[in-house]
């Protein structure tokens, strides 16, 4: 397994950034005056007091001391809104107060002759300060530094993904909503015409179909996706209750391998495609008209879900026009296409050929999750 820095970090990055970056100072802080014991060797000492119980005693009391001073100069800097003054404040006591720990521990521990002379405390205070613990303390401030606008980028970041995220779902859920009153009033007019004709069975079976789309779509709610089998499925009922609207005036043929049915494509994907041919070609014709629904391999990873029929008779631009782009169903697939897969899908409609019109739909190519059958009995 290839450990990285991230995988070591991994545990760190999922805590509060303040505690991270107060353990990551922590961590400098042992590997600094570790350094500076190991460099303390060789500089000269009383006899007797070089040993590794006064070694260990010195590093123990000045490591303890540079924490907590380090601490404290960090503290100002974990806060956005304090002062600037504050923040210098900090550094300096840090570079004056880490010197003099250094010195006393050192004294105490190594050299006692250090602290029974003020000259040479002050002298060797002033030679810590310019060459060993002051340099130390600015070295450490800005690592500490440049790790903490790291976090606070990372977070920025994050911040800003997540109300990318939310945006995009608000949104989405926007143009979803959108989708079921605009399908329940069509099929309700459709209805409502039944009952007109006096045609009560075929109204009644018309509901018996419009409930259960209207449960599946409850169903599947959570999930912006939905596989090319389940909106076969869903499709299926909406044609039901067009076909007694119109009865032996659409005819669909699904040619869909089944290696596609379970990729994932945007909910209502098939739906809006059927009914745009039953509005513009299959409610003005009053011969036959045949849908021819297909999937294919597209280049790059993609494939293609068309919707093919004839009975088009373009009357001029106008009408073509229209029928690439009029109702909501339509309009809504585009945009639900494009939040969806980041604009790496595509929805285009045309005229093809004679008296046909085809709408092309272009995704990346994903599995859905699998539905919960035992719902679909229960």
Excluded at 27 to 32: G, P, R, V, Y
Excluded at 153 to 180: C, D, M, Y
Excluded at 252 to 269: H, Q
Aim: net charge negative.
């Amino acid at each position: 397994m290839k450990i990285t820095l991230d995988t070591l970090t991994a545990p760190l990055q999922r805590l509060d950034p303040v505690l991270q970056i107060r353990l990551w100072a922590v961590a400098l802080i042992l590997a600094l005056t570790l350094t500076d014991t190991l460099g303390a060797l060789s500089m000269p000492r009383a006899d007797g007091l070089g040993d590794k119980p006064h070694i260990l005693a010195h590093f123990s009391v000045y490591t303890l001391s540079s924490l907590a001073v380090c601490q404290l100069i960090l503290t100002p800097f974990l806060h956005t809104g304090t002062p600037v003054v504050w923040r210098w404040l900090a550094v300096i006591f840090g570079v004056l107060a880490n010197p003099a720990v250094e010195v006393t521990s050192y004294g105490i521990f190594m050299v006692p002759d250090i602290l029974s002379s003020t000259t040479r405390f002050w002298n060797t205070y002033l030679f810590s300060a310019l060459a060993t613990a002051g340099p130390r303390v600015i070295l450490w401030l800005a690592l500490m530094l440049v790790l903490l606008h790291q976090i606070r980028r990372r977070q920025e970041e994050a911040r800003v993904r997540g109300l990318e995220i939310s945006f995009t779902r608000a949104r989405l859920a926007r143009l979803e909503t959108q989708i079921n009153p605009h399908f329940l009033f069509n099929a309700l007019n459709t209805i409502s015409a039944l009952v007109t004709l006096e045609r009560k069975s075929d109204a009644v079976d018309a509901v018996a179909s419009l409930g259960e789309l209207l449960r599946r779509s409850l169903k599947h709610s959570a999930s912006p996706l939905a596989s090319i089998a389940d909106e076969i499925e869903s499709t299926e009922l909406y044609l039901q209750i067009e076909a007694l609207r119109f009865p032996d005036r659409l005819t669909v043929v699904w040619n869909i391998p089944d290696r596609y049915l379970n990729v994932a494509i945007p909910r209502f994907t098939l739906q809006p495609l059927l009914e745009n041919v039953v509005k513009h070609s299959v409610a003005r014709s009053v011969t036959l008209v045949t849908a021819t629904v297909e999937v294919a391999d597209a280049p790059g990873s993609k494939c293609c879900i068309s919707v093919r029929n004839d009975g088009y008779v373009p009357a001029g631009p106008e009408v073509c026009d229209d029928m690439a782009s009029d109702g909501i169903g339509i309009a809504n697939l585009k945009q639900r296409t494009e939040i969806l897969f980041s604009g790496a899908g595509e929805l285009t409609c045309g005229p093809l050929g004679e008296n046909q019109f085809e709408c092309q739909l272009t995704i990346p190519v994903s599995r859905a999750e699998p539905s919960d059958s035992s719902e679909d009995h229960a």
